[in-house]
């Protein structure tokens, strides 16, 4: 059974930084992208970044292109989320994912995201 725990989440002022990470287990991964999504409040779920785990692939929403960085660790299934000069809109709950087609989709549990204007 796939199993996805992300942390690193907390507190920052805005235009800090913070690392999320998501380690990856109970399978292999890759022919997978790994996803970050969030969720702040009152708001849907969103796709924030992907990363192909055997190409290294990237893909951002416009949101946070030039601010956020997502890469892999194959060694160590982990996925990190490296996340510079934040913003309050960016406070969330910041959730890993996997999707395989066609209808299985592993979340995370999430991690908060805070940010101090």
């Known amino acids: 059974q796939v199993r996805l725990v992300e942390s690193g989440g907390g507190l920052v002022q805005a235009g800090g930084s913070l690392r999320l990470s998501c380690t990856a287990s109970g399978g292999t991964f890759d022919s997978d992208n790994i996803n970050w999504y969030r969720q702040g409040p009152g708001k849907e779920r969103e796709f924030v970044a992907s990363?192909?785990?055997?190409?290294?692939?990237?893909d951002y929403a416009d949101s946070v292109k030039d601010r956020f960085t997502i890469s892999r660790d194959n060694a160590r299934t982990t996925v990190y989320l490296q996340m510079n000069r934040l913003k309050p809109e960016d406070a969330a709950i910041y959730y890993c994912?996997?999707?395989?087609?066609?209808?299985?989709?592993?979340w995370g549990q999430g991690t908060q995201v805070f940010v101090s204007s």
């Open positions: 994912n996997i999707k395989r087609f066609p209808r299985l989709n592993y």
């Open positions: 990363v192909s785990w055997s190409a290294g692939t990237t």
